[in-house]
């Protein structure tokens, strides 16, 4: 499957209710809480065929514009990320783990900061998470 464009003119829409820890909008649908751009693709364009998901172009959770929003398989998302370079695993150095951990920011702003979730920075700034920079 190829990965869809983003039309760079279309900016971002951000949800404004609730995000989940990974900074994706949630809202209540039909009695369950779903992921909002889900829900604003369903709306669009129908049931999510089974199997695929719904990715975005533009990278950033919070955004439900439907020109950012396209199908995709685990594998679609996987190449997405390493093709832009997010390649998941070990993308803060040692010196930014040691910063987190001396920091007093809120998570919430560490997590914003460094573009990974809030729990990710949890673990690292209680030694759960990248143990490896314990001794630096």
């Not at 760079?8 to 609730?18: K, P, S, Y």
């Not at 370079?85 to 997590?111: A, D, F, M, W, Y």
Request: proline share 4%; net charge neutral; hydrophobic share 30%.
């Amino acid at each position: 499957m190829e990965i869809a464009p983003m039309n760079i003119a279309d900016e971002c829409i951000e949800w404004d209710g609730r995000l989940d820890r990974e900074f994706y909008g949630e809202i209540r649908n039909r009695g369950r809480v779903k992921k909002a751009h889900r829900v604003v693709w369903e709306e669009e364009n129908g049931p999510i065929p089974d199997g695929l998901s719904i990715l975005h172009c533009c990278d950033n959770p919070p955004c439900i514009n439907i020109e950012h929003l396209f199908l995709g398989t685990r594998i679609d998302n996987n190449h997405d990320r390493t093709t832009k370079g997010r390649n998941g695993g070990c993308k803060l150095t040692k010196e930014q783990v040691l910063e987190i951990r001396k920091s007093t920011l809120p998570l919430v702003e560490l997590s914003r900061m460094y573009n990974i979730s809030k729990g990710h920075i949890s673990d690292i700034r209680y030694g759960i998470a990248r143990k490896d920079a314990l001794n630096v």
